[in-house]
């Protein structure tokens, strides 16, 4: 019953911007977006998060669209440590709530 | 950040025997946690949400008698896999959560991978 929508995989060249799509078009207006990847066998780690501002840390950027309905994660230059599964989640910030789609294969090529 | 560590992170049992599974935030006293399971290449899915010292409300779908979760502190949780079976096998992922520093956000175990045989 994930609210997300995200291409099943993608590939990057090692160095380039890593450019991640989620469309979630019918998010409500106390939903946040939230970006966690996975590396094989091991637990998901938290990315970012934003509301409706693009947000930017130390390892990625948030750019979300002004009616909201998608959001792109943006790895600036991706590294072969960057090959995961990304999943983007929409969820209340007061709730605790997270389900997963099933997210985004980034294979990171030499 | 916040850290939440899970043991044993592989473990390989007969088929019929229970295996118990902890999980621990370490610097952080949780007040909810949460019990995924992920089968292989497949994404995590949500078996039970338990708060500290209430009973754990469980998705649908999934058995209350045979995944038994105890939340007994606000760092350690546990799920005991009850006569496990070879369709038991999977990576079990925990996560915890704050309603004071950290505002809700979740963080995830490493996971413990379930063979049984």
């Known amino acids: 019953d994930a609210k997300t929508t995200q291409p099943p995989s993608m590939d990057c060249a090692e160095g380039r911007a890593a450019n991640l799509p989620c469309n979630h078009s019918?998010?409500?207006?106390?939903?946040?977006v939230y970006w966690y990847r996975q590396i094989h066998s091991q637990g998901p780690q938290y990315i970012i998060h934003g509301l409706k501002n693009n947000e930017t840390n130390e390892m990625a950027s948030l750019i979300i669209t002004e009616d909201r309905k998608s959001s792109t994660l943006i790895l600036p230059h991706a590294t072969l440590r960057d090959t995961a599964v990304y999943y983007c989640i929409v969820r209340p910030r007061n709730n605790n709530d997270m389900r997963f789609g099933a997210g985004t294969r980034l294979t990171v090529k030499p | 950040g916040a850290v939440v560590s899970q043991h044993p992170s592989r473990v390989i049992c007969k088929s019929g025997t229970s295996v118990k599974i902890e999980c621990r935030s370490l610097?952080?006293?949780?007040?909810?946690m949460f019990w995924y399971r992920q089968f292989p290449k497949k994404s995590l899915m949500l078996m039970a949400t338990s708060n500290e010292g209430s009973k754990a409300t469980y998705e649908q779908g999934v058995e209350k008698d045979k995944f038994l979760i105890n939340h007994a502190s606000l760092t350690l949780s546990t799920l005991t896999v009850t006569s496990a079976h070879p369709e038991d096998s999977s990576f079990y992922i925990c996560?915890?959560?704050?309603?004071?520093?950290?505002?809700?956000?979740?963080?995830f175990g490493p996971g413990t991978r379930l063979t049984v045989l």
């Open positions: 019918t998010i409500s207006g106390n939903e946040y």
């Open positions: 996560s915890a959560s704050t309603s004071s520093k950290y505002d809700n956000e979740q963080f």
């Open positions: 610097d952080f006293q949780a007040t909810t």
